[in-house]
């Protein structure tokens, strides 16, 4: 419908390989975006679908006899709800930390009469590219006897190096007569930061904000090697051990007496679980992260 | 005013000398503002660099009051682990497979995202497009753990992929324990999670095209194919350079978490890579000199290859990656 529209506009027919393309297209990106979108429907429907539906996999892409049970068993009988206040904590606290000293660190370095710029920029850059190693730093946080805190979660995205360079070229972007007129009417540095640079950076500082709290959120590595309890547990870290200790599960399903609980129901259950939050900030993250591929393709 | 005017042109300097303990006065906050990151780069950055002498030494973790005080009690034995390192088997294979893994993943999916952002530019139909785009890159949000669990989901041996195979009385397939099909399990699920977001990148940049110059090539009678080659690929090119150079840089670097999530013991031959087996070493058994040691080689070549993508970077494209 929409082709012959455009044809009739622009009064040219369309020849047969723009037809074909354009086909093409349509088709090819529909069977891409059903390919992304229809494993997490897949995923939805399993963990709402009865035990028996779920093992004989007769479950696709809708709730088989759909039944409330496996949820309940992932909220009541697992350390689900500690893990996610676990990982909101450490994203809420870690990124609005992380967007301080960011800020603080790219607003004197995004200033070219400041004394000493190139030496902390060039330290930045060194630390940047190259990297003491896993051990090294896994023995620095021992010593610092922050394993199975909340700090030991944080310190490793305290500063992103990449996210504090574009912070700095987006302040090195605006223009100086703005800043220059409030240090006329006596502003001092700081209140220039808070009341002009700030808000005249907005869209770069939500994309970079966005960047720091998925690092957080989603980070697996640095929260299973600095933590060890269960109390500490992250959100990815319990899933991962949810899939990788079934047996566990099976026992507790036993004894528990939850016969229309299944393993492969419990997985994607806790899966669906921990995306609730990232569906929920979707919109959000969609209009500031396209947005910062923008900034980023113009100023690197 | 005429300070104003030498800010404005960093050129020319003010009249009046401005001493540094004068700046420093003045801009002491700006000084202040600096410290929280600096500590976080001597702690977490700048310490490890020194923990890097764990390579030479028998580290024993107890030698000293703590963890970094037993590193200057431990003796220094040389390249005794490197020589270790160097003549085991396990180190050709983990850095072959670094090589093979992230080659394929360049090979198979570096071009997808170029072809996908072409033609989802070719679609006229609005609410289609954004429709499709915004579902594409919805995975890319996702962390690899969840990614794990779902294609667990489908791939798994009571999956719904092994239920249809075993429909159609074909035998199931143990995608996480096969070793010949590990690799390509990994490729796919990594074009999966990035695919979209790599597109919406290169969406980006055909967006930045000047419009004028379709027009100008449509007057001159250039079909869709005529276009796209020659106005839309060229526009391209910069993206496309910078990606495939960073891809390169950082090839020691990524697939790591990911490996981590979707690896066991009985793949280990086929995808066990440079940063996993630094891990399993010098942390899971607790060789760490061996992990240190490791782990020292994929930062030197690591620092090689990035600091050799920004120079080819500054060279074609007049640009810096940091």
């Not at chain 2, 106005?231 to 910078?242: C, D, S």
């Amino acid at each position: 419908m929409q082709l012959r529209k455009r044809n009739k506009v622009n009064g040219i027919s369309l020849s047969t390989s723009e037809k074909v393309i354009s086909v093409i297209s349509y088709i090819f990106m529909g069977l891409l975006a059903l390919c992304a979108i229809l494993p997490i429907l897949h995923v939805v429907s399993k963990s709402f679908s009865s035990a028996s539906a779920v093992t004989s996999g007769s479950v696709l892409f809708w709730p088989v006899k759909p039944q409330f049970e496996t949820m309940k068993y992932v909220l009541e009988e697992t350390p689900f709800l500690n893990a996610l206040k676990n990982s909101l904590l450490v994203t809420g606290i870690g990124t609005v930390i992380s967007m301080l000293v960011t800020i603080g660190t790219a607003y004197p370095l995004s200033k070219p009469d400041f004394k000493g710029r190139k030496f902390f920029i060039m330290a930045y850059i060194v630390s940047m590219v190259f990297f003491g190693g896993i051990v090294p730093a896994y023995m620095v946080v021992r010593t610092l006897k922050i394993i199975d805190t909340y700090i030991a979660l944080i310190l490793p995205f305290f500063i992103v190096h990449f996210n504090m360079f574009v912070v700095k070229n987006y302040f090195e972007g605006l223009p100086e007569s703005v800043e220059e007129s409030a240090r006329i009417d006596g502003a001092s540095d700081m209140r220039i930061l808070v009341s002009i640079v700030c808000p005249m950076s907005k869209p770069v500082l939500a994309t970079v904000a966005m960047l720091y709290a998925v690092n957080y959120w989603n980070n697996y590595f640095h929260a299973m090697m600095y933590t060890t309890s269960t109390k500490m547990q992250t959100l990815q870290v319990f899933i991962y051990n949810t899939i990788n200790n079934t047996q566990t599960l099976v026992e507790r399903l036993v004894i528990g007496n939850y016969t229309n609980v299944s393993i492969d129901g419990i997985i994607a259950a806790v899966v669906v679980l921990s995306l609730i939050p990232i569906v929920a900030l979707y919109p959000f993250v969609q209009r500031f992260m396209v947005h910062g591929i923008t900034i980023g393709s113009v100023k690197g | 005013m005429k300070n104003i005017t030498a800010r404005l042109r960093p050129g020319i300097k003010p009249r009046k000398p401005y001493g540094l303990l004068a700046y420093l006065r003045d801009h002491y906050l700006l000084y202040l503002m600096l410290i929280p990151g600096l500590f976080f780069l001597i702690v977490y950055k700048f310490l490890p660099l020194y923990g890097i002498t764990i390579a030479f030494k028998d580290y024993s973790i107890f030698a000293g009051s703590n963890p970094i005080d037993a590193i200057a009690k431990s003796p220094w034995v040389g390249f005794k682990h490197f020589d270790r390192l160097f003549s085991s088997s396990q180190f050709v294979k983990v850095l072959l497979n670094t090589l093979i893994i992230n080659g394929y993943k360049i090979l198979f999916l570096f071009p997808i995202p170029i072809i996908c952002a072409i033609m989802l530019n070719e679609i006229r139909n609005v609410a289609y497009r954004k429709l499709a785009q915004t579902a594409i890159y919805v995975p890319y949000f996702f962390s690899w753990v969840i990614v794990f669990g779902i294609f667990y989901s489908l791939l798994g041996t009571y999956g719904i992929v092994n239920s249809a195979l075993a429909a159609l009385g074909q035998e199931r397939i143990s995608f996480f324990s096969d070793t010949n099909v590990f690799r390509g399990l990994l490729v796919f699920t990594e074009g999966w999670k990035e695919i979209g977001w790599n597109t919406v990148i290169y969406l980006a940049a055909i967006t930045a095209i000047d419009p004028t110059l379709y027009e100008a090539a449509r007057v001159d009678g250039a079909g869709k194919l005529r276009q796209i080659w020659n106005i839309t690929l060229p526009g391209l090119a910069p993206t496309i350079v910078l990606m495939l150079i960073l891809k390169v840089g950082y090839i020691l670097e990524t697939g790591f978490e990911q490996i981590l999530v979707f690896y066991n013991a009985t793949v280990y031959d086929v995808a066990d890579v440079i940063q996993t087996y630094v891990y399993r070493m010098g942390l899971g058994q607790a060789d760490f000199s061996l992990g240190t040691a490791l782990g020292l080689f994929n930062s030197v070549v690591a620092f090689i290859l990035i600091v050799g993508a920004n120079t080819v970077c500054k060279k074609l494209l007049h640009r810096s990656i940091w």
